[in-house]
Antibody
Framework: EVYLLESGGDLVQPGGSLRLSCEASGFTVSNYGMTWVRQAPGKGLEWVSGIALSGGTTYYADSVRGRFTISRDNSENKLYLQMNSLRAEDAALYFC???????????WGQGTMVTVSS | QAVVTQEPSLTVSPGGTVTLTCGSSSGAVVSGNYPYWFQQKPGQAPRTLIYDTSNKHSWTPARFSGSLLGGKGVLTLSGAQPEDEAEYYCLLFFSNGAVFGGGTTLTVL
């Protein structure tokens, strides 16, 4: 069975850092493009970042470029999102998604919650 | 990055047909934007319905279809069911990333 399990969400102060993890099961993350999407409470979906299938090219939304870094660990079969200089507007449920960056988007994780507050 | 626009809300009668559209501030939506459509119900993660304009996943009900029309991406629901009441999002890919539309709240009433 193919599924994604996110973790790492937490309460963090403005200006702080957090690393989200996404454990993949049933497929190999290095063989697919992967994506992070977020959703603030009561709001719509926002595409955050993607890593391409080939070459590992990375892409970022303007709102997070320079602060967030997407990466994957092929040995652990995990996707990561390193989030620095967090702001109140980064508070959201963060979804890990299989696909994007040259691969068909299909499977979504259940999300991990990030709260940014002092 | 481009702004992607969707109807904020639509209503369809049970058994009826409704079309949702997805436009882009950067110009006509084309196949190279690989239009996607997602369905999200309250308290659930989104589910991918349509990819690359008109392709369906194995779990996509046959009553959903995707296309391009008039410079926009289109999701058509033919024969609406009560369980189709949900939020629908489109996603467009560009050279520097991707952008979601604001979502359409679909009511089946």
């Amino acid at each position: 069975e193919v599924y994604l399990l996110e973790s790492g969400g937490d309460l963090v102060q403005p200006g702080g850092s957090l690393r989200l993890s996404c454990e993949a099961s049933g497929f190999t993350v290095s063989n697919y493009g992967m994506t992070w999407v977020r959703q603030a409470p009561g709001k719509g979906l926002e595409w955050v970042s993607g890593i391409a299938l080939s070459g590992g090219t990375t892409y970022y939304a303007d709102s997070v470029r320079g602060r967030f870094t997407i990466s994957r660990d092929n040995s652990e079969n995990k996707l990561y999102l390193q989030m620095n200089s967090l702001r109140a507007e980064d508070a959201a449920l963060y979804f890990c998604v299989k696909g994007g960056g040259g691969s068909v988007v299909d499977i979504w994780g259940q999300g991990t919650m990030v709260t940014v507050s002092s | 990055q481009a702004v992607v626009t969707q109807e904020p809300s639509l209503t369809v009668s049970p058994g009826g047909t409704v079309t949702l559209t997805c436009g882009s501030s950067s110009g006509a939506v084309v196949s190279g934007n690989y239009p996607y459509w997602f369905q999200q119900k309250p308290g659930q993660a989104p589910r991918t319905l349509i990819y690359d304009t008109s392709n369906k996943h194995s779990w996509t009900p046959a009553r959903f279809s995707g296309s391009l029309l008039g410079g926009k991406g289109v999701l058509t629901l033919s024969g609406a069911q009560p369980e189709d009441e949900a939020e629908y999002y489109c996603l467009l890919f560009f050279s520097n990333g991707a952008v979601f539309g604001g979502g359409t709240t679909l009511t089946v009433l």
